[in-house]
T-cell receptor, first 112, second 113 residues
Framework: KAGVTQTPRYLIKTRGQQVTLSCSPISGHRSVSWYQQTPGQGLQFLFE???????NKGNFPGRFSGRQFSNSRSEMNVSTLELGDSALYLC???????????FGDGTRLSIL | KQEVTQIPAALSVPEGENLVLNCSFTDSAIYNLQWFRQDPGKGLTSLLLIQSSQREQTSGRLNASLDKSSGRSTLYIAASQPGDSATYLC????????????FGSGTQLTVLP
């Protein structure tokens, strides 16, 4: 059974650009969550989607957005990139909201 | 606001030693607690999940406990091996936070051969 797949693995952008990251959950999982991991702040929750609806949202500015498709695949978008957005972005899927989460290997985003 | 704390930030032990990793949380209204392992440059691997109604969970050489009244969880690793070297994170879901995971900052474990 394939795990959570995140693409791309690495990404380099410059300030002011926007970026879209993709996450394919484990087959049958309907909940997808996104996290930002930085050395200074650790792992912080961004948002969670279930059945194409955002169920929870963390304390991030509106530049961070996401969506989920009917096949449960999810994308997150960050607009007007800032240097502080450099981080490892992790996606996790679970069968339902509140169930154990399974993580992908993340997308390493570097802002120059 | 729920907070999850892990101390120490780093730990080195010789191979074969039994060890305990600590996790504390401020909100006793915990829904469940999950322990993860993270290898460098990788995502998180789920190790154990303890529901609020449970006291402990075991998987192989790993045993995790949960004490809601004291706001503590421990991860016990028996007979440690160099392959256990990684960062271990605990994360709690709390009843008042719409069940999102709140992570600790992790303990970086090094098992010396």
């Amino acid at each position: 059974k394939a795990g959570v797949t995140q693409t791309p693995r690495y990404l380099i952008k410059t300030r002011g650009q926007q970026v879209t990251l993709s996450c394919s959950p484990i087959s049958g999982h309907r909940s997808v969550s996104w996290y930002q991991q930085t050395p200074g702040q650790g792992l912080q929750f961004l948002f969670e989607y279930f059945s194409e609806t955002q169920r929870n949202k963390g304390n991030f500015p509106g530049r961070f957005s996401g969506r989920q498709f009917s096949n449960s695949r999810s994308e997150m978008n960050v607009s007007t990139l800032e240097l502080g957005d450099s981080a490892l972005y992790l996606c996790a899927s679970s069968l339902e909201v509140g169930q154990p989460q399974h993580f992908g290997d993340g997308t390493r985003l570097s802002i120059l | 606001k729920q907070e999850v704390t892990q101390i120490p930030a780093a730990l080195s032990v010789p191979e074969g030693e039994n060890l305990v990793l600590n996790c504390s949380f401020t909100d006793s209204a915990i829904y469940n607690l999950q322990w993860f392992r993270q290898d460098p440059g990788k995502g998180l691997t789920s190790l154990l999940l303890i529901q609020s109604s449970q006291r402990e969970q075991t998987s192989g050489r790993l045993n995790a406990s949960l004490d809601k009244s004291s706001g503590r969880s421990t991860l016990y690793i028996a007979a440690s091996q160099p392959g256990d070297s990684a960062t271990y994170l605990c994360a709690g879901r709390f009843s008042g936070s719409a069940r999102q995971l709140t992570f600790g900052s992790g303990t970086q474990l090094t098992v010396l051969p």
